[in-house]
């Protein structure tokens, strides 16, 4: 509305979860849809956000051809570099590495349910989940999965991190581990820029597919895509840390992945949103 009475065309962005929520509730849809009408275009950072959106919102009100997929980016550059740390928990270990907050959409559970199937085979192999802890029932959820599993000393919560430390992990791992799910609730992984963070360490990716991932990760080159399925997780996850020759190629791929990603380009492509928007305006 501020917009509108100034005069000025709205660019709206879309991360994920909350460009198709208010839409889905009842008590908000109606002002929602409003909103959208009214935008003269709309950045949505996947394609799979783009798809979610535009199968909801009816064309007449938020033509297609105005949702332009703009991909996050990455500064590929800063994750090359060993940090200067002094000795950590993960120092020392073998490991995989998810980074999230801990609910449901991040999958978590997931991820957590394949990698403990392959860790009862490889006893040194340890599992770090970087993310807020809230000791929520989801947390909970995750601590007695590894419990019951008779491997709660190998599975670690470490919280939040600094970004030094994030890096350190990131390049320390041997697999991104980050598997989203379509929550109960209609949550998604919109992008997931913590791929690109991890492919840019030389680190190796497992994805899941029906999310952002697909824009993130280049199935067979920077990391492997698969269904939101513990089995097909678990597959991924086995072939990768058993194939030696495997992740080495994908480690090189995914640099190259991270290292193709600009964020000057990313400002390119926005800066041509907002020209065309502003030549139709002036037409």
Known sequence: DAARLAGKPCVATGHGTYTIQPVLDRRHRSRALSAYRRFAAFISVSRYTRERLLGIVPPEVLPPAQVHVIPNAVDAESFVAPRELGEQPWHGRRFTLGIGELKERKGHHLALEAWLRV?????????FIVGNR???PYEERLLAMASEAGLGDRVHLVGNV?????????????VFLHTPVTAADG????????????????????????????DAIVDGQSGRLVPQDPG???????????????RARLADGARAHAEASSWD????????VYDAVLGAKRR
């Open 119 to 127: 860790a009862q085979e490889q006893g040194d192999l340890h599992h």
């Open 134 to 136: 809230a000791g929520d």
């Open 162 to 174: 600094s970004e030094d430390e994030k890096i350190d992990l990131l390049q320390r791992a041997e």
């Open 187 to 214: 949550g998604f992984e919109g992008f997931g820029i913590v791929y690109l963070e991890a492919a840019a360490a030389g680190t190796v990716a497992i994805g899941t597919l029906d999310s952002g991932a697909e």
């Open 232 to 246: 097909a997780v678990e597959g991924a996850l086995r072939e990768v840390l058993d194939d030696h020759g495997l």
């Open 265 to 272: 380009e990313n400002a390119r492509r926005v800066l041509e």
